[in-house]
């Protein structure tokens, strides 16, 4: 911890415009499609469900920079421009002669990188005149985030969490009480698609899939409602920039350029949010940066899902979304990473890594333990649970560098703390956790049920 | 949110020295006693519990400027120098035209101001030689950040945590295990003390005073084992004046000077660590600003205590300090704000308050909770219990302000983050908490049996 160093920018630095990476994609994600018609659709036809604004944002393939609003720029002063650091602590305990650099968005007042796509959905949507909203949380989170973020705009917020992680994490419950908003486990009595499934499978945890179709069902259900998403979407993806814009201008500072950029992987948020700053420099072929996408064993869409159009959501009530999936279907262990319980990838991230544009690597639980434990001894701050599984990747491609004897910058995104997530360092100390790894046969059960959609 | 602003400095504005107020004071704090020979105590007398360098430090009634090790501002650069905010948030929701500003201490890796301190204890016992360390804490704050610190310079620690808060925040507990450290729930059957207290009193959940007892006894009966205390002394007291000395430099960014500053009051750490640099503008007769201490009402040993010759433990193992106290058998309610269930204040601040250079006000459990609640959902952070008492004072002083239509600019500490104090918002928001005010009776009863010490 002695060795490690800040780099530090000012407020000023706070980007002035999202970056938008569709803009430069020469492939393009495939379009979303109606779920009825399977029609693809526009901007217009998302307006039901999302803040005008956010649904444009969602559509804009050509803008490569999107102007940030002023209110928002203000509300991120609060904590931005993050820290990036240079972890020297968990090189020396490494003996590694990698460098290895972290953007530490743990320093949110909700303890994540999700405020920086909270405040805008809040935002637009109160613009808009909307007065409630609705959304999932998984870990906690997105939902936290959220619920200050709606607090701060006067919108009535109701998010449904996600049943084991409301019982793993009571304590992000509460913080989203504190903050005003109603929190509901899901699944659910209060909606159609959360009744379905209490009823087939009454003990049923939930996941992000089912949170999703309840927090959907319920704003389509009432007035002037509209539904938000932490993860998955371009829009969200877009607003995640602010990440990678920034560690940009401190990987300067520093005097290196990444070989290696690594982010934990649910929906894709965090992992756009740093990677697509720097993926820019790659399209135009000035760099030749690596881009690894670490996720669960436990829930492996990248690694060993198929792409193919799927549903968002368990119940089929979102847009068909071109995604490296599991199947809408799939329920993933109860791993202690709530956030990266979900079946799928969003549109951006499935079709790069189908072009071959960013890796992907899984993980098994107790390797992101034991590389949280060494986190938190070297350099001082115990990691989120989602965030472990990008520092254990970032320490095999540290250990591979000291077995190959090159140098080599590794930058990865410390995209939330522990301190909530605390039990589940209590179960990993206790000996209690384990792998959870997913059979063959039953990825290929679920994308078997997968194929009939399209 | 949106309006609040915040002051922030370089690194290079990270304090060379702490200040040492007992060099400014015209009336000097009493010495402390050895509790058998009843003689005033050296420095060298407090070798075999200290550290040589903080003994000295403890001392040190001569040198205004002690200079901070290299070492210790190398780790002070992991999160200093903190913010300094304009609360504009809270500010509107009470419509006071009252300047509210805080320090926010909560952002350091262990979410409190005690990290300032545990770091040059550890610094210092390891530079000695010291391998092992003992500790008390009580809500975990302490506890934490000097695991934090005792792992980086590699020292074993032992920790013995207050039962109730052992149970309340079992987060806390558990961050302590990944640092490394060793945590017992006080009082235990490892100690002489613990024992004691476990037959006379079965079911008894342990007061800061009972925790101190052990962790000495352990300290004193182990071989090249040194004891740490995380409050009430005046080394401890030196090396938090960091936080008034940047704040100094930010009002001044701010273009305003506080007229009234306030801290929570445990033992005095964070208390002294915001008040005594601006203190001393009051002793030259420059300034003439209030200073207020917020102590919980169900241990109000400012307001309610005498000022008398104690203990600082409950067992009577410690040299007898002077003391505003309520007596060192004091069992304070089980209050959500643990760092703040202490029976005494250190021989500065009480002196201080004798001769009338700061106030105290007492503040019912009830009031604080409200406050936290109205300062999450108007500035975005959620405080700690202990936190809270000084936010629901500066409050008070808004409204007060308000009422009699004064500008005003106030300025407190937010000595560290509620995130692993959520069980106990959880209780709040279900109506469950109440007040604990302690009668007229327990305070005389316990103030007769201390009258005899002296």
């Not at 649904?55 to 203000?74: F, G, K, L, S």
Request: proline share 6%; hydrophobic share 35%.
């Amino acid at each position: 911890m002695l060795e490690s160093k800040k780099y530090l920018l000012q407020e000023s630095d706070i980007p002035t415009s999202w970056y938008n990476v569709v803009a430069d994609m020469k492939v393009k994600p495939r379009p979303i499609l109606n779920p009825t018609t399977k029609e693809p659709m526009t901007a217009e036809d998302l307006y039901p469900l999302f803040a005008e604004e956010l649904a444009r944002q969602e559509m804009n393939d050509t803008d490569r920079w999107i102007e940030i609003p002023d209110e928002v720029r203000d509300m991120y002063r609060i904590w931005r421009p993050t820290p990036l650091v240079r972890a020297r602590g968990l090189e020396k305990m490494l003996d590694t002669p990698a460098h290895i650099y972290f953007k530490n968005e743990s320093v949110s007042p909700v303890g994540s990188h999700k405020l920086n796509s909270a405040i805008p959905q809040a935002y637009y949507n109160k613009k808009q005149g909307v007065t409630n909203i609705t959304t999932e949380t998984g870990a906690g989170q997105w939902g936290a985030a959220l619920s200050m973020a709606a607090k701060h705009f006067g919108l009535e917020l109701a998010v449904y969490m996600v049943k084991v992680s409301y019982h793993q994490k009571p304590y992000r419950r509460s913080i989203m009480q504190t903050y005003g908003a109603q929190v509901i486990a899901s699944p659910s009595m209060s909606t159609k698609a959360g009744r379905r499934i209490l009823t087939d499978t009454p003990n049923y945890q939930g996941s992000l899939g089912t949170a999703i179709s309840e927090a959907v069902e319920l704003a389509m259900s009432t007035p002037n409602c509209k539904y938000t998403l932490g993860s998955v979407l371009n829009h969200v993806a877009l607003h995640q920039t602010v990440i990678g814009l920034e560690a940009e201008k401190q990987m300067e500072m520093a005097g290196e350029y990444p070989d290696v950029v690594i982010a934990c992987f649910g929906g894709g948020s965090n992992f756009a949010g740093i990677t697509f700053p720097f993926l820019r420099h790659n399209f135009t072929g000035e760099r030749n940066t690596r881009f690894i996408a670490a996720e669960p064993s436990s829930c492996p869409k990248l690694t060993r899902g198929v792409f193919q159009y799927d549903y968002g959501d368990e119940a089929g009530y979102t847009p068909m979304i071109p995604m490296l999936t599991l199947g809408h279907n799939f329920s993933p262990a109860n791993i202690h990473a709530g956030g990266l319980r979900y079946h799928g990838a969003g549109s951006v991230v499935s079709q790069l890594k189908q072009d071959n544009w960013v890796e992907a690597v899984d993980i098994p639980q107790l390797e992101t333990f034991k590389a949280a434990t060494m986190f938190a001894q070297s350099e001082g701050i115990i990691p989120a649970p989602e965030s472990s599984h990008a520092i254990a990747t970032a320490i095999r491609e540290a250990l591979k560098a000291k077995e190959e004897g090159v140098q080599k910058t590794i930058l990865f995104n410390l995209s939330g703390h522990g301190l909530i997530d605390m039990a589940a360092y209590d179960s990993y100390i206790a000996g209690d956790l384990s792998n959870y790894e997913v059979s063959d046969e039953e990825v290929a059960r679920n994308i078997s049920t997968l194929e009939k959609l399209i």
